[in-house]
């Protein structure tokens, strides 16, 4: 398996744009988590789903963001309409009952 | 929100000792992980301790596990300049849910 996939791996986009980021999870991977790290905040856990179900969505940090998993092999994170503060780097995880997350590589977000 | 605290924030030691990184966490688990970041890339897993578990080794790693304390150690015996990275414990409380500490940078100096 080539683990998770992220895209892009960096974006760059002006305030008020909308930004989807993509996720593909490791074969298998019942759970799937999104996380946001910065400097400031450390990384914070936004949202996760177990299979295919959000489960817990209290890290999402207003409504201008949103999350879906259309499927076991998929997952989407959108910034509508996004702002300078959410540059960060954003990663994807998957992990399999109750085992060892594997992360991607992330997609470093600026917001200008 | 998080849940676990690693202390100290930065760890800096010469090659050759070893080094000892800490986490609390605040409510019960069923496992904890420890997670490594190099800078700029995503997170690699470490070792996993179970609640019922109390120490764990995998090669120079060894964790520990206090659920009376609420809090775990991660030792990396005889450091290496390639250990220089950044350390993260994470708390699994039910339902997968896995939740990160701040984390500690730690440098290795040769």
């Known amino acids: 398996d080539a683990g998770v996939i992220q895209s892009p791996r960096h974006e760059v986009t002006e305030m008020g744009q909308e930004v989807t980021l993509r996720c593909k999870p490791i074969?298998?991977?019942?759970?799937l988590f999104w996380y946001r790290q910065t400097m400031m905040r450390g990384l914070e856990l936004l949202i996760y789903f177990n299979n295919n179900v959000p489960i817990d969505d209290s890290g999402m940090p207003e409504d201008r963001f949103s999350a879906k998993m259309p499927n076991a092999s998929f997952s989407t994170l959108k910034i509508q309409p996004s702002e300078p503060r959410d540059s960060a780097v954003y990663f994807c995880?998957?992990?399999?009952?109750?085992?060892?997350?594997?992360f991607g590589q992330g997609t470093r977000l600026t917001v200008v | 929100s998080q849940q676990g605290e690693e202390d100290p924030q930065a760890l800096s030691i010469q090659e050759g000792e070893n080094a000892t990184m800490n986490c609390s966490y605040k409510t019960s688990i069923n496992n904890l992980q420890w997670y490594r970041q190099n800078s700029g890339r995503g997170l690699v897993h470490l070792i996993l301790i179970r609640s019922n578990e109390r120490e764990k080794h995998s090669g120079r790693l060894r964790v520990t596990l206090d659920t009376s304390k609420k809090s775990s150690s991660l030792l990396i015996t005889a450091s290496r300049a390639a250990d220089t990275a950044s350390y993260f414990c994470?708390?699994?409380?039910?339902?997968?849910?896995?939740?990160f500490g701040q984390g500690t940078r730690l440098t290795i100096n040769p």
């Open positions: 995880a998957s992990s399999s009952y109750w085992a060892e997350a594997f």
């Open positions: 994470a708390t699994e409380g039910g339902a997968q849910k896995l939740v």
């Open positions: 074969s298998g991977h019942n759970s």
